[in-house]
């Protein structure tokens, strides 16, 4: 089994919400993911959590905090979001973090 | 830093006819590939990858992929397209031997005429 699920699908928030989204694997997986894509665009990495901690932030704006509380779960907690920050937002996870990446089937974020 | 390109931006094939799309890749080392495919408003979908070892790789729905050192390639190739298989897809090589994550080219889109 290699799913990793995603909620929620869909999300309309206005600029001044808070939200979260969720990812959850249960693989066994030691690395997770948040990417960000836009349309016709490859995925951006934003996060990448090893063994429960935050490795990699890619100059990600502050209004977006990733959160892992363990080694199946992680969130990305949003606030204050820009109309430009609508996009669709891809969980992933792997064994380590230095292999083969599952993808969820994303949120698509739309903020107003 | 390494890169992965994939030349052509958008493909059209007629149902049952062959499929390939290419993809070049700048690494200093031996490169970790992978093909994905991703439907309109999903995920990414895992179709192959190469490690190391054979340079023809099998993967799902049929599709395979070449890994050609001497011409720093990972071309993905189908012999018959379904209707099913429009979609975009993106070749990607794990570029952690220079402190990088994945890195993505920037996708094929393909469409498939009846």
């Known amino acids: 089994d290699t799913e990793v699920t995603q909620t929620p699908k869909h999300l309309v928030m206005g600029m001044t919400n808070k939200k979260s989204l969720k990812c959850e694997q249960h693989m066994g997986h030691r690395a997770m993911y948040w990417y960000k894509q836009k349309a016709k665009k490859p995925p951006e990495l934003m996060f990448v959590y090893s063994y429960e901690k935050l490795s990699i932030n890619e100059s990600v704006p502050s209004r977006f905090s990733p959160e892992c509380p363990n080694s199946s779960l992680l969130n990305l907690h949003l606030h204050a979001l820009q109309p430009e920050d609508s996009a669709l937002y891809l969980c992933?996870?792997?064994?380590?973090?230095?292999?083969?990446?599952?993808f969820g089937p994303g949120t698509r974020l739309t903020v107003l | 830093a390494q890169s992965v390109t994939q030349p052509d931006i958008h493909i059209t094939v007629s149902e049952g006819a062959s499929l390939e799309l290419r993809c070049n890749y700048s690494?200093?080392?031996?490169?970790?590939l992978f093909w994905y495919v991703q439907s309109p408003g999903q995920g990414l979908q895992l179709l192959l990858k190469y490690f190391s070892g054979d340079t023809l790789v099998q993967g799902i729905k049929g599709f395979e992929a070449e890994f050609k050192r001497s011409q720093s390639s990972f071309n993905l190739r189908k012999p018959s397209v379904h209707w099913s298989d429009a979609a975009e897809y993106f070749c990607?090589?794990?570029?952690?031997?220079?402190?990088?994550?994945?890195?993505f080219g920037p996708g094929t889109r393909l469409s498939v005429l009846p």
């Open positions: 690494y200093g080392a031996t490169p970790y």
């Open positions: 992933a996870s792997s064994l380590a973090p230095t292999d083969t990446q599952y």
């Open positions: 990607a090589v794990g570029a952690w031997n220079y402190g990088q994550n994945f890195v």
